[in-house]
């Protein structure tokens, strides 16, 4: 089974930028789809942005424009690019891997925009 280890987020001022991280365990080749979802309190988790093993992106229509999903396939790690962050953005943030039929989640990390 994947294992998923994220990194990043934090505070950061409304119009701001930040880049989180998703290192798996295994080739990004062997992992279907990853992606990025996001819980706000007192909301459902929602997607954000997914990328497949052919590289092939979509995301959620409140964020395009601004973030952008990339992986690095050497490091089996996958990015989210955030940019011009408004504080309706304040989630945790958790990688999301689906293989052979199974989902991974990463353990959430909180990024907090301030306006």
């Known amino acids: 089974q994947v294992q998923l280890v994220e990194s990043g987020g934090g505070l950061v001022q409304a119009g701001g930028s930040q880049r989180l991280s998703c290192a798996a365990s295994?080739?990004?080749?062997?992992?279907?789809?990853m992606g990025w979802y996001r819980q706000a309190p007192g909301k459902q988790r929602e997607l954000v942005a997914v990328i497949s093993s052919g590289g092939s992106t979509n995301y959620a229509d409140s964020v395009k424009g601004r973030f952008t999903i990339s992986r690095d396939i050497a490091n089996n790690t996958v990015y989210l690019q955030m940019n011009s962050l408004k504080p309706e953005d304040t989630a945790v943030y958790y990688c999301?891997?689906?293989?052979?039929?199974?989902?991974?989640w990463g353990q959430g990390t909180q990024v907090t925009v301030s306006s």
């Open positions: 295994r080739s990004l080749f062997s992992i279907n789809y």
């Open positions: 999301n891997a689906v293989a052979r039929g199974l989902t991974v």
